[in-house]
């Protein structure tokens, strides 16, 4: 009996493989973010300073790499159930959307100072540092049901969890903070915003209950207006909240009541947001110095363009024009365009400090456009400034920065994502058998490797700046995990050592996002503790775990163990999700 292409490959079903090497992916990204101390870590476990690779160099490239082979057994099913090229693509801009507002808003640039939604909290202790983060989680939970989710109503509750931390946090805040001293009006005050967004989620994700919403939305707008005129923090959130509520209005739902409420809350919007504008707002001005880049914008940007490229022409062979095309360019464009004041970029030359000369600042083209097109909306720790006295006052001049999520290395990122649409479209293929398809991630990996390394002699392997070789020699690197994952858990069937990853990857999104929010959290929450002095002080809990581990480990290794624990916590975090079955998806 002759094999037909049936018998040789079985319908794909979802690949385990792809979910264990995402799970060995986050893994790897939390135990490189969170070392006890950023003093004390082994080489490998840190970015190369500039030309060069290491483990962790790994992680991002082969993170989008495996987007690109998610879509293609994503998207192809759901066109063969009929969704139109156009619907499914507005899906892929909503999820990009969220992606971006998710790093826009986590919590490792949420305003920490006066400046901020809640003034004197970062002196307030415990309960003032649960009042900013439960205003942080509501507000991300009502940015992905207003955008759109499948499960709306675990994001639901969440938003009412971070409802309550911020109501907790208003009311036993120390006593030296405004609110408390203005008491329960400023509770109110907080109750009323609370009510408004409930009210408006209400109508947006369960229309059954819309009155309800309708009249929860109602009362929060008395109780603003009733301390309105006395608090003007309360206008501020207020704001923000009326603007959400007319987004999700106008693009949710289409009934008579919320039209009128959209155009009313549209209209107070836009005279909230001139005000903000005129007088000089402090959030205001927190918006206008966001760092617009980052690890979750990329993804989404290069998700979206990815994902455009392939509807746009899906054959296998078009996406590898499009990689060698997007490739050359910027091979070309980073080593022969001259840069204006520097002349032919120069790629040995690394970051450069206050004592370079001003002429060599911008010695390669990501380090120009970064600095003329986003300015101060760049990565904090990339800024150079210049600091002059005028006259008798000091003032601040930016002369430099850089962003390695920044605007032209987009473009090679984008083919690691293409570079996983490939291999999603070979394991695809009903024609193969799985020994073959194995066989085909070797051979192709091993070539892009050594493609990529005989790249590097002219265009260094270089993450910052996400060079062509650094992109190809990813790729086989990808290539050559997943293809020993596939043939370990997806054709000999040992599955049982890979499970802690799988629970990984089955949230990776949610691992990833809430994992920092947590490390920042460690890092601002203070404990009491004995100095070296023997004098008591206040230091971080991520730092008094540390120091706690230095009584009986080395720096280094009490760094490495501190980042293990944390890797295993979330583990146990991804297990429980995994046995419930909660799967939190944008």
């Known amino acids: 009996m002759s094999e037909t292409p049936e018998t040789l490959s079985p319908k794909p079903q ?93 919590l490792p640039h949420f305003p920490s100072t006066a400046e901020g939604f809640f003034p004197a909290l970062e002196s307030a202790g415990l309960w003032g540092n649960v009042a900013r983060w439960g205003t942080v989680w509501a507000f991300l939970c009502a940015i992905v049901l207003i955008t759109g989710t499948k499960r709306p109503r675990a994001w639901f509750v969440g938003y009412l969890i971070g409802a309550v931390l911020v109501l907790l946090g208003c009311m036993w805040v120390d006593i030296t903070d405004p609110m408390k001293i203005l008491g329960w009006r400023a509770i109110t005050q907080r109750g009323s915003v609370e009510l408004i967004v409930i009210g408006t989620l209400v109508m947006i994700s369960f229309p059954r209950a819309g009155l309800a919403g309708v009249a929860l939305t109602l009362a929060g707008v008395v109780a603003m207006l009733s301390t309105l005129l006395d608090m003007g923090l309360a206008l501020q959130i207020g704001a923000f909240v009326v603007i959400l509520m007319a987004v999700a209005l106008v693009f949710q739902r289409r ?123 760049t990565w904090g720790y990339r800024t150079l400034w210049l600091t002059e006295t005028v006259g008798g006052q000091e003032t601040r001049t930016l002369i430099w920065s850089f962003d390695p999520e920044g605007i032209l290395s987009t473009m090679s990122a984008v083919c690691s994502v293409l570079f996983g649409v490939l291999t999603g479209l070979w394991l695809q293929r009903r024609d193969t058998a799985p020994v073959e398809k194995t066989n085909g991630m070797f051979v192709w990996g091993c070539a892009l490797c050594v493609i990529g390394l005989v790249m590097s002699i002219w265009f260094p392997i270089n993450k910052r700046i996400w060079t062509s070789s650094y992109t190809v020699f990813m790729a086989g690197m990808a290539l050559l995990c997943l293809g020993m994952c596939y043939h370990l858990i997806d054709v000999k069937g040992y599955r049982r050592w890979a499970m802690p990853f799988v629970w990984f990857g089955m949230n990776a999104i949610t691992a990833f996002f809430f994992s920092g929010q947590m490390a920042v959290m460690l890092g601002r929450l203070k404990v009491r503790a004995l ?34 624990g944390f890797v295993l916590f979330w583990t146990a975090i991804m297990w429980v999700l995994y046995r419930r079955k909660i799967f939190l998806k944008i």
């Open 531 to 564: 100095s070296e002095s023997g004098d008591l002080e206040f230091v971080s809990w991520n730092r008094w775990i540390y120091n706690s581990l230095c009584e009986v480990l080395r720096p280094i290794d009490a760094s490495l163990v501190y980042a293990i």
């Open 255 to 377: 009934d008579p009541v919320a039209r009128f409420v959209a155009t009313a809350a549209a209209s107070v919007s836009v005279i909230v947001a001139m005000a903000f504008v005129v007088m000089d707002d402090p959030i205001w001005q927190w918006l206008t110095d966001r760092r617009l880049t980052g690890v979750l914008p990329r993804i989404g940007f290069c998700y979206l363009i990815a994902s455009a490229i392939y509807f746009a022409t899906p054959s296998h062979r078009a996406i590898v024009k499009w990689i060698i095309v997007l490739l050359a360019i910027y091979w070309v464009w980073m080593l022969c365009i001259p840069i204006p004041g520097f002349g032919i970029p120069n790629l040995e030359m690394g970051f450069p400090t206050l004592e370079t000369p001003r002429d060599q600042l911008f010695s390669n083209w990501c380090f120009f456009i970064d600095y003329h097109v986003l300015g101060e909306h």
């Open 14 to 106: 979802r690949l385990m493989s792809l979910d264990a090497l995402r799970g060995m992916t986050i893994a790897g990204m939390l135990l490189v973010n969170n070392p006890g101390s950023w003093s004390n870590i082994y080489w490998p476990l840190e970015h190369a300073a500039w030309n060069g690779w290491t483990f962790t160099d790994l992680i991002f490239p082969f993170f989008l790499f495996m987007v690109g082979v998610a879509m293609m057994f994503s998207f192809p099913k759901r066109l063969a159930r009929g969704e139109s090229r156009g619907h499914l693509f507005g899906h892929v801009v909503r999820r990009a959307v969220v992606l971006f507002l998710l790093g826009m808003f986590s």
